[in-house]
């Protein structure tokens, strides 16, 4: 992806340059092996400091909600359909933004640098969908990937199985939220986690309350995840709630027809009612 | 102080001689890294690692601490007054545990044990606790302890200090603490105290990484506070609690009491002021509520707070853990040199 | 050392409504164990952590003064979780107390000095306290003048009015009540808001003359100028401020502004050892 990083420091310097934007939002070279950090530049000369590579797994339009000036961001397809979702739900409006779109080839796993991120390899929307200026032409999207072959297994299995499955996975949490933080759909000003009239959830490493929080922040997300990895890649010890996340992404599809992000002339299935939704669950 | 050699062949049959008198803590593989854990009979500590993803600070300061129980049952006489949570201050041992860890326990202790003020809770673990460290030879590239008033080979904090020979460990006894360990394990043949000296300047000289603090004892607390610069730096934050969660150095704490039913408990929570709500106040007003005042708030406490009030050196034991986790790139190597450079425009 | 987390157990005694709008609530704790009222004896100016098992903790300024015996007061203002709850309790309820915590109002060092008190809101519950200790026959000769300039949004929410009223007719004491603003025929003192009302009826600053301020930011944005040009020097203005706190003793974290920690080297601060910490407003 080395080309990409002329075009995007060439499109950034241009914008800055004429004014069209205030800043960029990019990532600029970790200093850590396989990380890239998030930045914004507001001047055209650091546009040199822009990088892209393998290494660019946070979603950067986490770092847009809800500000107020023109912006430029460098957006690889799920981090586009985020942007659709931000739009959609008045986080940042379609004028605020140009966007640079990156048809993305996937990041590389960050404890396994020789595969792909496990989102990545099942990805079918690598091209953004909304974008203003290219930094490469569009790649071809993946077909015959079976983006649900985890899911199944997990729902093969008993409910001793599926326990057991899930008390492992969690096991390691330490309620850090770089999952929540990460991720560009949680943008609550009070998180479900932090209320205390009345209190939800509680603070500790009760075992309960460290399910209760991803299941919830699970459904929170329905409708609106676009499974750009950001919460895995975010996590420092490595739990994979995905497995949440994947799952009803599934149900969504299934129940529904839905993806998210791909356009912002439909709400999402959870927040508009159609005649036809099914209604199996409640008659 | 003694030094005492231990022949690898003789090391788990003294672990298993420990057993008796000490609840043994070390490091064990879990998943896809080592963190500490109590060890189960048939456990050793695992010492083929760099350091731990989790630092071991939670032997002595778990994330999730009973300090009180109560009733709320009215008809209970000693309902809403509140009992002592059930305690094991019983010896124990955190065998394998890196020099910055040590050292940094020994930093947090001066939070926890001062003259108006005593935390038993932390202050009981603390003593009930043998620290033996071993030393680290290869040390990793995000390591900067000897930057941060620390080593690969430094003794503060420890009991006893190990080091990796081959087919042996040379363990020295630093304190009476650490030669009762040593005494229980049944490890008695005399060692070679000067290989210590060498290895650690071996060690030493493989650190790459060099950070420099030495002008922040004397820069203005206020001028940095005041700096342009913590905008953009705190740009890439995401404002979770992984670097506060896994260093060694970090203490701050959140109470909560959690009932179920009739009864509940008191409890101390790891928290860390990287959340908003750290210093929300009842009002609704809060003094941090925007990232990059909080992201100030660590690096300032951690590298100029704590330098002013102690005078014991950085808050950070350059373990490099933050560095490593960071999931968003934040270097608190990168922030120290900038701090310790600025100059504020007179 | 005793454990400084346990609550010394408290029952309460008395709850009085404190303001018109039922958002404040005077409460009078008797210790459970006679011995703590002793181990408890606290200072003008520092505060207790209220707590509730079961709930959480608070950490609120303490409003009765040392000289007042057998019981502890406490007004507290209705705004989250605990503090909505210890609202709903009753009379004979059994609760807890943990301190006395923090530093004090320094009036021992203040014997001979003129003091002008000067307070807002709800914020006044630990000038209630030195006034009522200053204004104890033992103590009142040991100080010079005393003034005072109280002020509060309409005569129904100014705190400890029946009290207040009584000691305006002292003539020892200079005590100046104001509102923000009213249409009640029957207030017969000023209106005006407090930084306004301290420049016309503060004496004059000098080395003799200490100022002690507690209130919400804005009035405290708006008085110290005042006071500056009333020629107040910064180490002559003695300040309280307030902040998110837990643990009360300093250990956990939270509470502090630079290197201070406003549950244990605060809450009184004089301004010119403010000046030297970071504004954490910014």
């Known amino acids: 992806m080395e080309s990409y990083i002329g075009k995007i420091r060439e499109i950034s310097e241009r914008l800055l340059n004429d004014g069209t934007v205030e800043c960029v939002v990019g990532f600029r070279k970790g200093t850590v092996a396989l990380t890239n950090e998030p930045c914004m530049i507001t001047n055209a000369n650091d546009a040199e400091a822009l990088v892209w590579d393998e290494n660019c797994r946070l979603n950067l339009a986490n770092y847009i909600t809800g500000r107020k000036e023109k912006i430029a961001i460098i957006a690889k397809g799920c981090d586009s359909r985020n942007i659709v979702n931000h739009i959609i739900e008045n986080k940042i409006s379609r004028e605020q933004l140009v966007i640079i779109g990156v048809p993305c080839k996937g990041m590389v796993d960050k404890n396994n640098p020789e595969q792909l991120q496990a989102n990545c390899a099942t990805c079918t929307h690598r091209n953004p969908v909304i974008y203003d200026e290219l930094c490469a032409d569009l790649v071809e999207e993946q077909k015959d990937v079976d983006r649900y072959e985890d899911v199944r297994k997990v729902e093969a299995m008993d409910t001793q199985e599926k326990w057991a499955f899930f008390e492992d996975l969690l096991s390691g949490c330490t309620r850090c939220y770089a999952c929540k933080n990460a991720c560009p759909l949680c943008y609550c000003p009070t998180c479900f986690v932090d209320e205390s009239q009345p209190q939800w959830v509680g603070k500790g490493t009760d075992p309960i309350d460290i399910r209760t929080y991803h299941f919830l922040r699970a459904y929170h997300c329905s409708g609106r995840c676009t499974d750009c990895g950001a919460c895995e890649a975010a996590c420092p010890q490595n739990i994979k709630m995905r497995n949440f996340t994947k799952k009803l992404e599934k149900d969504c599809f299934d129940l529904y027809g839905w993806e998210a992000g791909l356009t912002v002339d439909q709400r999402p299935p959870l927040d508009s009612f159609k005649l036809d939704d099914p209604e199996k669950f409640i008659m | 102080m003694k030094v005492i050699k231990i022949d690898k062949n003789t090391w788990a049959g003294g672990i298993d001689s420990l057993r008796s008198g000490y609840r043994l803590f070390g490091p064990v593989m879990q998943g896809d890294a080592h963190d500490y854990k109590e060890l189960t009979s048939d456990e050793t500590p695992d010492l083929a690692y760099t350091n731990t993803r989790l630092s071991p600070k939670s032997v002595v300061f778990p994330q999730s601490e009973p300090m009180f129980t109560y009733s709320l049952d009215e008809s209970d006489p000693e309902h809403h007054l509140l009992k002592d949570a059930p305690k094991d201050y019983s010896p124990r041992a955190v065998i394998g545990m890196r020099p910055c860890d040590a050292k940094a326990l020994a930093l947090v202790r001066m939070n926890f044990d001062t003259e108006e003020y005593r935390d038993p809770f932390w202050m009981n673990s603390y003593e009930a606790t043998t620290f033996v460290g071993l030393a680290c030879d290869n040390p990793c590239e995000t390591c900067f302890c000897t930057s941060a008033g620390c080593g690969p080979y430094h003794e503060e904090g420890l009991d006893v200090l190990l080091s990796d020979c081959g087919d042996a460990y040379v363990a020295k006894a630093l304190t009476e603490k650490g030669e009762t360990f040593l005494a229980a394990a049944g490890w008695a043949a005399e060692g070679d105290a000067s290989v210590f000296e060498p290895k650690k300047a071996e060690a030493e000289a493989k650190i790459t990484c060099k950070v420099d603090s030495s002008n922040l004892r004397d820069k203005s607390s206020l001028a940095l506070y005041d700096a342009p610069f913590w905008k953009e730096l705190s740009f890439a934050c995401i404002n979770c609690g992984t670097c506060t969660y896994t260093c060694p150095t970090c203490w701050c704490f959140d109470i909560q009491d959690e009932n179920k039913g009739n009864e509940g408990v008191r409890m101390r929570n790891w928290d860390s002021c990287m959340t908003s709500l750290f210093t929300l106040h009842g009002s609704g007003h809060n003094p941090r509520d925007q990232k990059h005042q909080r992201f100030r708030q660590r690096f300032m406490h951690k590298l100029k707070y704590f330098v002013d009030k102690y005078d014991k050196g950085l808050m950070c034991v350059g373990c490099g853990r933050c560095v490593q986790q960071c999931p968003a790139n934040i270097d608190i190597r990168s922030i120290c040199n900038k701090m310790n450079g600025y100059e504020a425009a007179s | ?282």
């Open chain 3, 1 to 282: 050392m005793q454990n400084p987390y346990k609550a010394y157990p408290v029952r309460i005694d008395d709850i009085q409504v404190a303001t018109a709008d039922k958002t404040l609530r005077t409460f009078k704790f008797v210790f459970l164990n006679p011995e703590d009222e002793e181990k408890f004896a606290y200072k003008v100016g520092q505060f207790a952590e209220l707590s509730i098992p079961g709930q959480g903790e608070i950490p609120i300024g303490i409003a009765s003064s040392p000289s007042e015996k057998g019981f502890v007061m406490f007004t507290v203002f209705r705004t989250g979780k605990v503090t909505a709850h210890l609202h709903n309790m009753k009379v004979g309820d059994i609760m807890g107390i943990r301190g006395p915590l923090g530093n004090w109002y320094p009036i021992e060092d203040l014997e001979g000095k003129n003091i002008v008190i000067i307070g807002a809101g709800f914020a006044f519950t630990t000038l209630r306290s030195t006034i009522k200790y200053l204004l104890e026959p033992e103590n009142r000769k040991r100080f010079g003048r005393l003034d005072v300039i109280y002020g509060a949004r309409n005569p129904g929410m100014i705190l400890y009015k029946d009290e207040l009223v009584e000691w305006e007719k002292r003539d020892d004491i200079n005590l100046n009540l104001t509102v923000d603003g009213t249409d009640d025929p029957d207030w017969k003192y000023h209106t005006g808001f407090v930084p306004t009302i301290t420049e016309t009826q503060a004496p004059q600053g000098d080395d003799d003359t200490y100022a002690i301020l507690c209130g919400p930011p804005m009035m405290l944005k708006f008085t110290k100028p005042v006071l500056d040009k009333l020629g107040y020097k910064a180490d002559h203005i003695i300040m309280s401020l307030e902040n998110r706190m837990k643990c009360g003793i300093g250990m956990c974290g939270r509470c502090n502004i630079g290197k201070e920690l406003v549950c244990k080297d605060g809450p009184v601060f004089t301004l010119d050892k403010l000046n030297e910490m970071p504004e954490e407003d910014q």
